[in-house]
């Protein structure tokens, strides 16, 4: 008799990651996206995907977005998604500002979490710092009135720059980041070195 052979399907029965350059830049639904009205988390910047890895294996009942623009991090943080096979997170690759402009939705988000974004030390750089104005504006369209943020950096003058911009738009607390386990693989490597490294909370203000 002859054999049947079931081929095995090598895709996930779940996308985790979001490439907007072919699905558009809609608004997402996140309640369609990750099958539940819980409530979401965002990072920007997620790089090797250890905050998001982590932090949704620890806390199944948050949705944990994360935007990552380098193609190469977002392949890694991907695949890392798919093999752990949490449901509840998600990466999208592209730029933070386009993707909080056109696809998160208004006071949507419970938290948003910032650790360690490029410093962009030169004068002529400073511009392209992650934690702008024009970013700012944006956080507060879509944060929820009861969202709380964090912002983490080892670069002394960016983050304090980064500090006085969200100072401008929330109600802000330093905090020490020795306080917390190393959440990102940044915060690892810096904590080892030694180096400092500068934290701030910040809350829609009432
Ligand atoms: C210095 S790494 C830090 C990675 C991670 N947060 C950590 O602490 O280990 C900064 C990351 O932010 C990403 N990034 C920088 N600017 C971005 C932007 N405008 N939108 C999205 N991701 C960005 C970079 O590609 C990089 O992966």
Do not use: C
Not at 99 to 104: D, H, Q, R, S, T
Not at 122 to 128: F, I, L, N, P, V
């Amino acid at each position: 008799m002859e054999e049947v052979r079931h081929e095995a399907t090598a895709k996930p029965a779940v996308a985790f990651g979001i490439n907007p350059r072919f699905t558009g830049f809609e608004r997402l639904d996140f309640e369609a996206l990750f099958g539940n009205a819980n409530r979401v988390a965002l990072e920007i910047g997620s790089g090797k995907g250890r905050f998001l890895m982590t932090s949704a294996a620890a806390r199944p009942d948050v949705n944990f977005l994360g935007i990552e623009k380098s193609l190469h991090y977002y392949r890694v943080i991907e695949k890392r998604l798919a093999r752990a096979a949490l449901p509840n997170t998600r990466i999208i690759n592209h730029d933070a500002l386009r993707v909080l402009g056109a696809m998160i939705p208004d006071a949507s988000l419970s938290e948003v979490h910032i650790y360690f974004p490029d410093p962009w030390p030169r004068k002529r750089e400073q511009k392209r710092r992650l934690v702008r104005p024009e970013i700012a504006e944006l956080l507060l369209r879509v944060m929820r009135p009861d969202a709380s943020g964090v912002y983490v950096s080892d670069h002394q003058d960016a983050f304090l720059a980064g500090r006085d911009v969200l100072m401008t738009y929330f109600a802000t607390e330093d905090r020490n980041a020795l306080d917390t386990p190393p959440r990102t693989n940044y915060e690892a490597k810096y904590r080892i070195e030694g180096r400092p490294i500068y934290e701030v909370r910040f809350r829609v203000r009432s």
